[in-house]
């Protein structure tokens, strides 16, 4: 099993770390990962993205062309990204400031409305965790589990107290999850 | 149980750095790598082994501190990209000439000039040619993963302790700001001066002793025929490295009709290369450099012997192709592919660089 994937949004989004927890979560259950992200004067304030590979085997190049699945937070990304998912792959994304949405009629199309749910949460900051929350009910690669491990793993102690807050965003974007077109 | 982190290759390099018992770190900050110095002022060695860490003035003085810790007998190393890496140049040549421990880490950048702070490998020749004045050469690592960002800190500072001469670890943007999966090594105990003479001899400026003269530590000789006898002494050393330290890596290259040729990040992109191009039919294998001094010249011309082409692929306009082709003699046909100054090649392009000028060329 490989997943490549490319996380793309907004600088302060949290599309790196949504990254990281993840790539920590696949270390849990004993995958080989690799998280390469634009770095440069692009993550100050412009648009960020981050490749993460979840393989059982040694992973190649740290940097593709394609993708088996895209997380898009952003039109500039979806502009970007849309036409990079592999045919039969999976797209999903934030319609928070979307204003053409995805028209590929090859992959499957997903929504989660991160932006919108966490308001509700009262915490604008987990929305990428229950967009996270939501990749793992479309594309069930790492189980919540091992999110959890690696949410502990990956943040300072002092961190620890937010660990539930976390965990409720994960299940509520897993619940949350609208299908558009399921192949 | 073993210690796996998820960690950034320039956060490896330093936290490898600490637990190899480096005894100090010189540094100034430049983007891609400037996670090293962060890491290790985070991480305050000082108070796990003592080890110290320092940010100098200038790339310039924090060379100069590597040399001076060096000559002490201490495990010293200081890190840098492309534009900071020219100017350690002088110092580097000082501490090849006075035959002394030292690693030096580059996480190479694009260039000429200031360039950009994207991923490049056009600093091959600078590496592996001189970079300094003089008949010198460093040993040369190229880490392809975060891991062997970790693994090649130690193997570095042994084969400047081993050899007393500079080793460079080659890294470049892309291995310096992806995080991967890494199996930490446990800590190594700081030497003292005591074990560094008993280990790689009495050479090192810690004090005049009663039954020894003086220790000097010195790149100067006005004597051309001394300056001549010390420079055989160093081609010698160099000779023994190539004999001894060589290191590559083959990957499916026993059928392989081509060969992609390619170090570091290169080489990671080039297997996904290789992957598209065995679905499609192709024989393809990758000869992996991990050093790049020494050169693998003999594997290489052994292999040209029984393969169609090579395909030299670097994030340069075409500097290690230059090595391959004096290694094969002409046997085989040999190509370069590569985007550079900053633009980091795709596995797709690398394929249709070897369909073009290699299998259809």
């Known amino acids: ?183 | 149980m073993a210690d796996i982190k998820l960690m950034k290759g320039n956060e490896a390099i330093a936290e490898a750095a600490i637990r190899a018992g480096c005894d100090a770190y010189f540094g100034y900050p430049i983007t891609p790598q400037s996670e090293v110095i962060e890491y290790l002022m985070m991480e305050r060695p000082e108070d796990r082994t003592g080890m110290v860490v320092l940010q100098a003035e200038s790339e310039i003085a924090a060379i100069n501190m590597v040399y001076g810790a060096a000559g002490a007998g201490k495990k010293a190393m200081t890190s840098s990209s492309s534009p900071g890496i020219s100017l350690k140049q002088e110092g580097i040549s000082y501490i090849a000439g006075s035959e002394l421990p030292a690693v030096i880490v580059n996480v190479v950048r694009g260039g000429p000039g200031l360039g950009t702070i994207q991923p490049s490998q056009a600093d091959y020749f600078q590496t592996t040619k001189g970079g300094g004045h003089g008949d010198y050469r460093m040993y040369v690592l190229a880490p392809a993963s975060v891991q062997e960002m970790v693994d090649f800190v130690d193997d570095a500072f042994e084969i400047a302790f081993k050899y007393r001469n500079p080793v460079m670890i080659l890294s470049d943007g892309i291995i310096g700001q992806m995080m991967e999966k890494v199996e930490l090594p446990p800590q190594k105990p700081r030497l003292s001066d005591k074990e560094i003479e008993e280990r790689y001899g009495d050479w090192a400026t810690i004090g005049k002793r009663k039954n020894r003269e003086r220790n000097i530590i010195t790149s100067l000789d006005l004597d051309p025929y001394k300056q001549e006898a010390h420079n055989h002494k160093l081609q010698e050393k160099y000779r023994l490295m190539q004999e001894n330290e060589l290191r590559y890596e083959m990957i499916d290259c026993d059928d392989a009709d081509y060969i992609i040729v390619a170090y570091g990040s290169s080489a990671r992109i080039s297997q996904k290369a290789m992957n598209l191009a065995r679905e499609k039919g192709y024989k393809v294998g990758i000869f992996r450099l991990i050093t790049l001094f020494p050169f693998p010249s003999k594997p290489l011309n052994e292999l040209a012997g029984r393969v169609k082409g090579f395909l030299a692929v670097e994030m340069s306009s075409g500097q290690m192709i230059e090595d391959v082709k004096l290694a094969i003699e002409g046997k085989a046909k040999a190509e370069h592919f590569g985007r550079y100054g900053g633009v980091v090649h795709s596995p797709e392009e690398v394929l249709e660089a070897l369909e073009n000028q290699i299998i259809k060329g």
């Open chain 1, 1 to 183: 099993m490989t997943e490549e994937l490319i996380i793309a949004g907004f600088g302060g989004q949290g599309v790196l770390s949504m990254g990281k927890i993840l790539a920590y979560s696949a270390i849990m259950q004993d995958q080989e990962v690799s998280w390469m992200p634009s770095y440069g004067p692009e993550m100050r304030g412009g648009t960020a993205n981050v490749t993460v590979i979840i393989s059982d085997d040694r992973i190649s190049s740290p940097i593709l062309t394609k993708y088996d699945t895209a997380i898009i937070l952003n039109q500039q990304s979806m502009d970007k990204f849309e036409n990079t998912v592999k045919p039969g792959g999976t797209l999903l994304y934030d319609p928070n400031g979307i204003l053409a949405h995805p028209t590929r009629k090859d992959i499957n199309i997903y929504r989660i409305a991160g932006s919108k749910l966490a308001t509700e949460m009262g915490n604008a900051k987990v929305s990428n965790m229950i967009i996270l929350g939501a990749y793992m009910k479309a594309r069930p690669i790492v189980q919540l589990e091992n999110v959890i491990l690696g949410l502990k793993k990956s943040l300072p102690e002092r961190y620890h107290h937010l660990i539930p807050l976390n965990e409720s965003a994960l299940t509520k974007g897993m619940d949350n999850l609208e299908e558009v077109q399921v192949l």
